[in-house]
C-alpha cells in the first residue's frame, strides 16, 4: 500500500461531505416522525423514517422559528432542505429548511393545533364569555389605520350610533410581527377604560389572516379585563381569535352592526314608550281623579262639618221627638192635672168650707172662753219677753208690756209692794 494513498479520517470525511452536500443540495423528502427533541439552544432534532429506513434530521433555531405548527410523533411531514455530514462524527444529516405536513398545509395544521390546545385551556369556554353593553360609549379599534375596513367600521358606527367615541390604535395586522402587534395592542386598550375592544381587518388569505391566529393573540384576548369583538377577514373566515373573542363578527363593518344600536329604531322604541307611558299616565291620572274625588266623598262623609251636621240632624230630630212626647206627656198630664185640679178645687172648696165652719165654731168657742169678756175696759195684761206673766214675779227695773185689745203700754217697774 502506497503511503501517498493514506488520508486521515477527517480529510475522508470532510470529502465525503463535499460530495454529499454538492450533490443533494435541495431534496424534498417524505416520511414519519420520530424521536423529536427542542433543544434548549432552539435547535430541533428528529428521526425521519419509512417503512424500511430512516434519517438524522436537523433544524436549526433560525428555520425553526418560522414554523408555524408543532411536530408530533408519528406525524407524516413532507421536508425540504440539503445533505450534510457531521464531520467529527461521520454521520450524515438532513438539514431542513422546511418543513410542512402531508396532505394539508403548514398553517392548516398550526391552526388545528392551536385551536385544540386553546380548547383544552378553557380558552373558549362560554362561562369565560364577557357580555356586551348594551348602549356602548367608547369603543377601541385595534386595526390598522390606513385600511378599509376601519373606514367600514366608522361609516357603519357613525351612521347608528353618532354618539359613540372611538379611538383607533393603528396596528400591524399583516406579516410576520403582525400577531405581536396586535396582542400589544390588545393590552393596551384594555387599560383605555372603554366599553368594548374590536380588533379585526379585512379579507385576505390566510397568510394574510394568520396574526389573529397567534397564541400570543389568544392569550391577550383571554387576559382583557374589556369585552373584545373579533372582526376578522370575510363571513367565511375563521381564526383563533373568533373562538377565544367575547363575540365574533362575519366581517369588521357588521361588528359594529352587531354592539351597536340602530339610532333609528332606538328612536322609535323611544316613541313607543313615550306613547305607552302617556297612556300610562292617563290611565293613571284617571284613576288616580277617581279615587280622589272618592276619597274626598268620603272625606266629606266623614269629615267634621259633616259629622257636625249629622249630629245636628239626629239632635234636631231627638228634640221633635223630645218636645213631640213632651207634648204628649204634657198633655197627658195636663189631662189629668186638669181632673185632678177640679177635684183638688172640689175638695179645696169642701175643705175651706169645713175649714171656715170649723173656724166659726172655733171662734164662737174663743169667745166663749176670752178672759176680757165681762171685764172693762181697763182690763191689761202683763207681757214679759213676749210671754204672759204674774205681775208678782216682776222685778225691779224689768222692761214689761201693758196689752189691752185696742193699746199695748211698755213699763220698767219702779217699787214693788206685796199686799
Aim: with cysteine; hydrophobic share 40%; net charge positive.
Amino acid at each position: 500500500m502506497n503511503s501517498n494513498s493514506l488520508q486521515s479520517v477527517t480529510s475522508l470525511n470532510n470529502q465525503i461531505k463535499s460530495l454529499l452536500e454538492s450533490t443533494f443540495v435541495y431534496v424534498h423528502v417524505e416520511g414519519e416522525v420520530s424521536r423529536f427533541t427542542y433543544h434548549g439552544s432552539g435547535h430541533l432534532y428528529f428521526t425521519l423514517k419509512d417503512k424500511n429506513s430512516s434519517i438524522s434530521c436537523v433544524m436549526f433555531r433560525g428555520n425553526n422559528k418560522k414554523m408555524k405548527f408543532q411536530l408530533e410523533e408519528g406525524m407524516q411531514v413532507v421536508i425540504s432542505g440539503s445533505i450534510s455530514l457531521y464531520v467529527p462524527r461521520g454521520s450524515y444529516q438532513l438539514n431542513c429548511i422546511s418543513i410542512e405536513p402531508s396532505g394539508s398545509g403548514a398553517l392548516a395544521k398550526a391552526y388545528e393545533q392551536l385551536k385544540e390546545k386553546l380548547r383544552g385551556m378553557g380558552y373558549f369556554d362560554e362561562a369565560n364569555k364577557k357580555e356586551i353593553p348594551r348602549y356602548i360609549k367608547s369603543i377601541a379599534l385595534v386595526t390598522s389605520a390606513t385600511g378599509a375596513a376601519l373606514q367600514d367600521m366608522l361609516r357603519v358606527a357613525n351612521k347608528r350610533w353618532p354618539l359613540v367615541k372611538v379611538k383607533v390604535l393603528d396596528t400591524i395586522v399583516q406579516g410576520e410581527n403582525s400577531g405581536i402587534n396586535i396582542a400589544k395592542n390588545i393590552a393596551y386598550a384594555d387599560k383605555l377604560d372603554v366599553d368594548v375592544i374590536v380588533t379585526g381587518r379585512g379579507g385576505g388569505s390566510i397568510e394574510d389572516l394568520w396574526g389573529f391566529n397567534e397564541e400570543v393573540v389568544a392569550d391577550a384576548i383571554y387576559r382583557a379585563k374589556t369585552p373584545i369583538v373579533s372582526a376578522v377577514g370575510h363571513e367565511i373566515d375563521y381564526v383563533i381569535s373568533d373562538f377565544v373573542a367575547d363575540l365574533r363578527a362575519p366581517t369588521p363593518s357588521a361588528a359594529m352592526e352587531m354592539i351597536l344600536p340602530d339610532k333609528n329604531e332606538l328612536l322609535m322604541s323611544i316613541d313607543g314608550m313615550i306613547e305607552q307611558l302617556q297612556r300610562f299616565y292617563a290611565r293613571a291620572i284617571s284613576t288616580k281623579s277617581m279615587d280622589l274625588q272618592n276619597l274626598k266623598n268620603e272625606f266629606q262623609r266623614y269629615s267634621f262639618s259633616q259629622k257636625t251636621h249629622l249630629m245636628q240632624r239626629e239632635i234636631d230630630i231627638l228634640k221633635n221627638l223630645y218636645r213631640a212626647k213632651l207634648s204628649s206627656i204634657l198633655e197627658e198630664k195636663n189631662l189629668k192635672t186638669s181632673s185632678l185640679f177640679e177635684k183638688l178645687r172640689f175638695a179645696y172648696r169642701q175643705n175651706i168650707t169645713r175649714k171656715e165652719q170649723a173656724l166659726e165654731g172655733t171662734k164662737e168657742s174663743l169667745l166663749s172662753k176670752n178672759p176680757t169678756l165681762g171685764l172693762n175696759e181697763s182690763y191689761a195684761q202683763v207681757v214679759k219677753n213676749d210671754k204672759k206673766i204674774q205681775p208678782e214675779k216682776l222685778k225691779l227695773d224689768d222692761i214689761f208690756e201693758l196689752q189691752t185689745v185696742k193699746t199695748v203700754i211698755t213699763s220698767r217697774v219702779l217699787d214693788i209692794e206685796n199686799l
